[in-house]
């Protein structure tokens, strides 16, 4: 991995941690490129509209629209080539062991230094999976959630952006409109979601999509 002009999304719904992070890590990564996401939207709508190739994700768990481990599972799905980070303020060995789990490369608390950071970064884009010192990765069980992690990631880009939609209440027509098809496209739509997530409205597609979230998840 080129450790030089590179392109790196910062995606956090904080600004000012944006702001300081991308800062900070100028000093370091010299030459680079970064793009900024406040929300699951924004980050796709950056990963479609910029015609770039991307070295590295840093990803918050709880940017609005992520429902916790969605965004995560989702990435490592369908852009598989990008590695992701993830920074959190969770820093909890749960939340880490779920995060390595699904796909992610590395697991920054952001309660680390800016050694650590850069380290972390650096180990990374060479290859390889970083964790903090000291971490003892815990096995996450073949349980509910984990079944309905693997059913999220068969979902289509669309069909994920269409279940985003149904979480923040929006109607048929509505998300027909922000797509620009009919709302019969969205109901075919709708049906293959609640075929692969294995409910069977849209509530209970709801619903599966929060037990991702991290404050419902435990590992006994």
């Given at each position: 991995?080129?450790?030089?002009?590179?392109?790196?999304?910062?995606?956090?719904?904080?600004?000012?941690?944006?702001?300081?992070?991308?800062?900070?890590?100028?000093?370091?990564?010299?030459?680079?490129?970064?793009?900024?996401?406040?929300?699951?939207?924004?980050?796709?709508?950056?990963?479609?509209?910029?015609?770039?190739?991307?070295?590295?994700?840093?990803?918050?768990?709880?940017?609005?629209?992520?429902?916790?481990?969605?965004?995560?599972?989702?990435?490592?799905?369908?852009?598989?080539?990008?590695?992701?980070?993830v920074i959190s303020?969770?820093?909890?060995?749960?939340?880490?062991?779920?995060?390595?789990?699904?796909?992610?490369?590395?697991?920054?608390?952001?309660?680390?230094?800016?050694?650590?950071?850069?380290?972390?970064?650096?180990?990374?884009?060479?290859?390889?999976?970083?964790?903090?010192?000291?971490?003892?990765?815990?096995?996450?069980?073949?349980?509910?959630?984990?079944?309905?992690?693997?059913?999220?990631?068969?979902?289509?880009?669309?069909?994920?952006?269409?279940?985003?939609?149904?979480?923040?209440?929006?109607l048929n027509k509505?998300?027909?409109?922000?797509?620009?098809?009919?709302?019969?496209?969205?109901?075919?739509?709708?049906?293959?979601?609640?075929?692969?997530?294995?409910?069977?409205?849209?509530?209970?597609?709801?619903?599966?999509?929060?037990?991702?979230?991290?404050?419902?998840?435990?590992?006994?």
């Amino acid at each position: 991995m080129k450790l030089e002009n590179l392109n790196i999304i910062i995606a956090d719904d904080h600004p000012l941690f944006r702001n300081a992070l991308r800062l900070a890590l100028s000093n370091a990564f010299e030459n680079t490129q970064w793009f900024e996401a406040d929300s699951a939207e924004a980050l796709q709508k950056v990963l479609d509209e910029k015609e770039t190739s991307f070295d590295l994700i840093l990803l918050d768990l709880q940017m609005p629209g992520s429902h916790g481990y969605s965004t995560l599972i989702h990435l490592r799905t369908h852009h598989p080539d990008i590695p992701v980070v993830v920074i959190s303020a969770h820093e909890d060995i749960n939340t880490i062991s779920r995060a390595i789990h699904y796909g992610s490369s590395g697991f920054i608390p952001k309660s680390a230094s800016m050694e650590a950071l850069t380290d972390a970064l650096n180990a990374v884009l060479d290859g390889d999976i970083w964790l903090p010192k000291g971490t003892q990765i815990v096995k996450v069980p073949d349980d509910p959630t984990d079944k309905m992690a693997n059913r999220l990631s068969d979902l289509t880009p669309q069909q994920y952006r269409v279940l985003q939609m149904f979480a923040e209440g929006l109607l048929n027509k509505q998300i027909a409109y922000d797509f620009g098809v009919s709302e019969a496209t969205i109901k075919a739509h709708a049906t293959a979601i609640f075929r692969k997530l294995g409910v069977r409205n849209r509530t209970q597609a709801v619903i599966a999509l929060q037990q991702l979230e991290m404050d419902r998840i435990d590992i006994s």
